[in-house]
């Protein structure tokens, strides 16, 4: 039985109650009062279109009116747009596991990542730990991560 993808607005329907790190809530601070209005129009379309898996630079030079060359000088601080977007689509897929008890194929799949394997490997090399290995605890408002399965 193939199993059915769903969107992130499934996955979150109250993207506002997602816990947030405090790295992202710092740098979007930072990103929207001090940056260029074409930045900021770029990264809120980037924001938007999270789970699309055909967010790439062309379709953000198609949608939101600025040139390639544009584009990536923009993004040049932040190790290209490329990475920009994997990053966000990291840090929106680390709150949500957090956040939730949703399978992580179904949060990689929601945020745009076409592979499970691609997706749990990027994961891995940015935050050192599985995806796997995140849970939310039982008690209300209590949300940590699990310890890597070496360190017990």
Known sequence: MPSQRIGFDQLCPEPHAVVES???ILEATEDFLSEHPTV????????????ST???PEMICRNVGVSRSQLYRLFSGNDGVSRYI????LL???AVLLASAERVSNVAFALGFSSHAHFSRVFKQQFGYAPGNMLVRAAPGIVSQTEAPSQR
């Open 54 to 56: 055909a967010l790439s």
């Open 22 to 24: 405090s790295e992202f």
């Open 40 to 51: 900021v129009r770029v990264k809120r379309y980037i924001e938007q279109n999270l789970g």
């Open 86 to 89: 994997r990053t966000r689509r």
């Open 92 to 94: 929106k897929a680390r």
